[in-house]
T-cell receptor, first 114, second 112 residues
Framework: KAGVTQTPRYLIKTRGQQVTLSCSPISGHRSVSWYQQTPGQGLQFLFEYFSETQRNKGNFPGRFSGRQFSNSRSEMNVSTLELGDSALYLC?????????????FGPGTRLTVT | TQLLEQSPQFLSIQEGENLTVYCNSSSVFSSLQWYRQEPGEGPVLLVTVVTGGEVKKLKRLTFQFGDARKDSSLHITAAQPGDTGLYLCAGEEYNAGNMLTFGGGTRLMVKP
């Protein structure tokens, strides 16, 4: 079956703009998590959604937000972009938040802020 | 926030050599996962260890979870060029759903 899909794969934005990234989980998966990966900070958890509800949130400013739709697809939004927001944004899906279910990562969206 | 220290950060070895990557924390995790990530792709899960002292083998890879569930190691025997990549450990806190705390990663290069 198809894996996790993230769109777009690459994005260039200007400081101050906002951006929306999309994640389509594996069919049947209802949990979606978002991570930011940078060379300096590594992989950091942003937030997790399950059945359209945010279950966990990482230590990121309010400029970072997300949502999940009834079909489990998820979007994350970053407003007032800063240069430091340049990163690879990864989405991971699993059947549920229960530990026994493996998370599958998408290929990521590479965001560059100039 | 729990932290995971991963070492070494970089490792360049010859084909056939053995290596060990370490993942340490001062905090206890309910489980620990190891991932491998290649350029342009997301991390791929290699193994999950759950029980303190647990040892799991995946072909030439051996994973161990510390007795106190604070640390883990990944040992690769007779490394091959195909093992080249970024290895990441990730800890799961109790009752934290899918929220993972990742180590900084070990970038491994195996030269033929």
């Amino acid at each position: 079956k198809a894996g996790v899909t993230q769109t777009p794969r690459y994005l260039i934005k200007t400081r101050g703009q906002q951006v929306t990234l999309s994640c389509s989980p594996i069919s049947g998966h209802r949990s979606v998590s978002w991570y930011q990966q940078t060379p300096g900070q590594g992989l950091q958890f942003l937030f997790e959604y399950f059945s359209e509800t945010q279950r966990n949130k990482g230590n990121f400013p309010g400029r970072f937000s997300g949502r999940q739709f009834s079909n489990s697809r998820s979007e994350m939004n970053v407003s007032t972009l800063e240069l430091g927001d340049s990163a690879l944004y990864l989405c991971a899906s699993s059947y549920s938040p229960d530990r026994e279910y493996e998370q599958y990562f998408g290929p990521g969206t590479r965001l560059t802020v100039t | 926030t729990q932290l995971l220290e991963q070492s070494p950060q970089f490792l360049s070895i010859q084909e056939g050599e053995n290596l060990t990557v370490y993942c340490n924390s001062s905090s206890v995790f309910s489980s620990l996962q190891w991932y491998r990530q290649e350029p342009g792709e997301g991390p791929v899960l290699l193994v999950t260890v759950v029980t303190g002292g647990e040892v799991k083998k995946l072909k030439r890879l051996t994973f161990q979870f510390g007795d106190a569930r604070k640390d883990s190691s990944l040992h690769i025997t007779a490394a091959q060029p195909g093992d080249t990549g970024l290895y990441l450990c990730a800890g799961e806190e109790y009752n934290a759903g899918n929220m993972l705390t990742f180590g900084g990663g070990t970038r491994l290069m195996v030269k033929p």
